[in-house]
């Protein structure tokens, strides 16, 4: 149902940004770029959560020193974050990065802009016009938009590069604002073909963070716009990637791990359905493949959904109906739930 | 940029339901409805986190007994959730509630669903329409939508009301899948004047069901659909609360309390900030004031997004910018960051 925008496809390292590629989930690490270990066992944490593509920030010379061990030794394609110095984004690229984060107006000069340009343009190296609208450049005009007024900064770096003859382009237009976000890249969306990169800036703590992130890019999403996501939360980055994979299922744009349908409890259930949803939960972190598993507390949905799932269990006063495709296979106690619904599940996953 | 979906306002109780009203929180009771003190106790916690209206399961002949003492004192308007026995919604009507949920073909006697409705309009009690995929009718025909046979079991429950000219109607199409559940909202959006209780089913345990809710809650109030919402997961009905304001807030729909605009950190961060974030955050729990706080780690978003908001810190090597309202007020160390942001915080909303 959702129809999504064509774009032009890049790839940064191995993965395919855009085009008909999967929307790619990202985050960045928050570990000292100078401590390479110490990036790079974070990184390798971010990939067993399903990180595709990692960024590190460069802020200075020992962070650009650094960047060479992080990228040898990354289990996962490394885009640089650099912003005021153009040196380094240079140093960057020699250490063999796979994408370029700029933001516009950070590098003032265009011939400072040029010359990493050109250096990208050799190593093949695309780059991301990331437009944040806490760091916008000076504008040369009056905006009543604050979306119109980030896609025009992005649209004169975008020319800076094309002066270059680059097309190696990625574009993001962030802001804490969902409705600003969602007004820029609309914008960006039918003004240039390049593809999108999706998040909302500055986000927040976890919970309101995770929220605001679902929210925003969910909408762009629906409408078919972005190519790849990164959460941006304040805390650890692995509960980033997670979210990131929860928007894209919900949306059943990607696929990963079981997908748990579980009753929110009322006063019409007769079991502890909460206690055994947290447990059911708990075990399904060891499973990798897709299965729809349906842990329900009563009669009034609990058939329809454990019917409608791979395994799924509807209980009533005391006892519990375990479904496995749609048939009723046994009915089971409640000291039986778990272990009960944990055997057909394995049933299902390990043959 | 919101253009809401122009429907007809209902009451619940003391709570305008749709029109222009705002968009109303609600959640359900989670313990047993038979134990009349303990769901008070849970409704007044409730309100407490902003729930507006509350909706208590009524399975049986106790627990509708109990629910004369459940709506006497309880202090949020009362919607009785009834499915089967009619004569358990003629008994909620008798104990004064506010509103009736009733679920399409699971009362199958069209006279009984009848004498509810005539009980109902002598009273003034409006009944939500609620449609669920895992607990539909048996369809008349063959369906290739989902949507649409959730849609025309609403439209044919609708009409049993319209029999006895009855239009206190509010509806909801609930399904665990997201894209299936907007389509069935947008349909009925077109179809039908009356407001939509808006909500996404069995979404999940706390993290992945929140997440799953707002984008598909998100998606909908972005698109002007939803007068009343209601976030299902399974955990602590307070958590769902919670999660329905973050998503009103997102989208600058309501106000509550103070946004938390916050960096995610990175390599460019000098300081410890997600610990200052997450200090700052259980902080303003106490603080009612919508004010915006932002909390930043380093000079690339950081003094954008601190002059931005009413109170705000963008953080350097140890050092610290304290904002008021766009201006630089004073410049801290580390050590005082919180203290500092807390007493400018405080200086604007005590005074």
Redesign the interface.
Known sequence: ??TRRISTAITIGTVVIGGAAPIAVQS???????DAAA?VAQICRLKEHGCEII?????DKE?AEALASVKKNSPLPVIA?I?FDYRLALAALKANIDGLRL?PG?IQDPDHIAQVVKAAKQRNVPIRIGV?????PPAAKQYDSMARRMVDAALKEIELLHRENFDLIKISLKA????TT??AYRLMATEMPYPLHVGI?????P??????S???I??LL?EGIGDTIRV????D?VE?V??AW??L????LRQRGP???????????EVD??GL??AV?KELKHIDKPIKV???G?I??????AR?ADVGIACGKGKGAIFRHGEVVQTVEENNFLQALLSEIRNLTEH
């Not at 299922?249 to 059943?252: D, F, Q, V």
């Not at 009034?300 to 959904?305: A, F, K, L, S, T």
Request: hydrophobic content about 35%.
């Open positions: 149902m959702i960045m690490t928050k570990t000292d770029t100078r990036t960024r590190v920030a460069v802020p962070a974050d912003h933001n950070n944040n609208a806490g760091s916008l804490f604002d969902v409705p969602i007004e800036t500055e986000a927040g703590p919970k309101s963070g995770t929220i605001r679902a929210v925003g969910g909408i629906y941006s939360i304040s805390t980055p980033e997670d979210a929860e928007i299922r919900s949306l059943n997908l748990l349908i579980s009753c929110p409890s009322c006063g019409r259930s359905i909460l949803i947290a939960e349906a842990v329900m009563c009034v949905n609990g058939p329809g959904e409608g």
